[in-house]
């Protein structure tokens, strides 16, 4: 099948590329940084999802939307840029499913404004999506990760304080992985025939956390 990523170029987005990639898809990736797969099977196209133009690319099976910032034009590049992207390489008969990489800070609102809201708006959107792509028989899902092991995140992950911090407020002790992220997009997509229009919280309990006061 062939699978676009946006934002594959390193984290999550690249993880997801490459798991893909692994089990014998054509990945398209879009990224403002350079390509950093080097695949047969891997084309790259560097843009801007929200102010460059989007390249020419034949119907896909897969769309994974997962490009994204943190604390920096936040609106414009994550949902803007996304529903971009989705209106233009979604909706046609090929399309078997679309991915939205949306943030645990979406439900529970503990982020920096702009961000939290973003990803709130693209699981509403995700929705939408799911209302309008079931005519060709696909699904459109979202996942909300929590604290994933990723290089952007690393201030906190070499820093004993404040990963001690973030440790306190999960149910189970530590942060996903990238290749388990991109597990779950894989299964979503592909695996999942009959799940649509559903956000899945990947936090190790983050929001459940609660303590019982006697």
Same mark, same amino acid.
């Given at each position: ?97 679309? %991915?939205? *990489? $949306?943030?645990?800070? =979406?439900? /529970?609102?503990?982020?920096? #404004? ?16 799911? %209302?309008? *792509? $079931?005519?060709?028989? =696909?699904? /459109?899902?979202?996942?909300? #990760? ?69």
């Amino acid at each position: 099948m062939k699978v676009i990523a946006t934002g594959s170029s390193s984290g999550i987005g690249k993880g997801i590329a490459q798991k893909f990639l692994q089990q014998g898809h054509q990945v398209v990736g879009i990224d403002v940084l350079p390509q950093s797969i080097e695949d047969e099977n891997y084309t790259h196209f560097v843009v801007d999802i929200f102010s460059g133009e989007l390249p020419e690319i034949a119907d896909c099976d897969i769309l994974v939307n997962n490009a994204g910032v943190q604390n920096a034009n936040d609106i414009d590049v994550n949902l803007k840029g996304t529903i971009k992207v989705t209106e233009r390489y979604a909706f046609h008969d090929g399309i078997k499913s679309v %991915l939205f *990489i $949306a943030s645990a800070s =979406a439900h /529970s609102g503990a982020e920096f #404004p702009e961000y939290s809201a973003s990803k709130g708006g693209m699981i509403s959107y995700m929705k939408n999506v799911a %209302l309008r *792509i $079931a005519k060709y028989g =696909a699904t /459109s899902n979202s996942l909300s #990760p929590g604290g994933v092991l990723t290089p952007l995140n690393a201030h906190i992950i070499d820093n004993p304080t404040l990963w001690n911090a973030v440790m306190n407020e999960t149910l189970i002790p530590k942060w996903a992985t990238v290749e388990e992220i991109a597990d779950w997009a894989y299964f979503v997509t592909v695996v999942n025939k009959s799940m649509t229009a559903q956000d899945i919280l990947i936090d190790n309990g983050e929001m459940a956390k609660s303590n019982f006061i006697w």
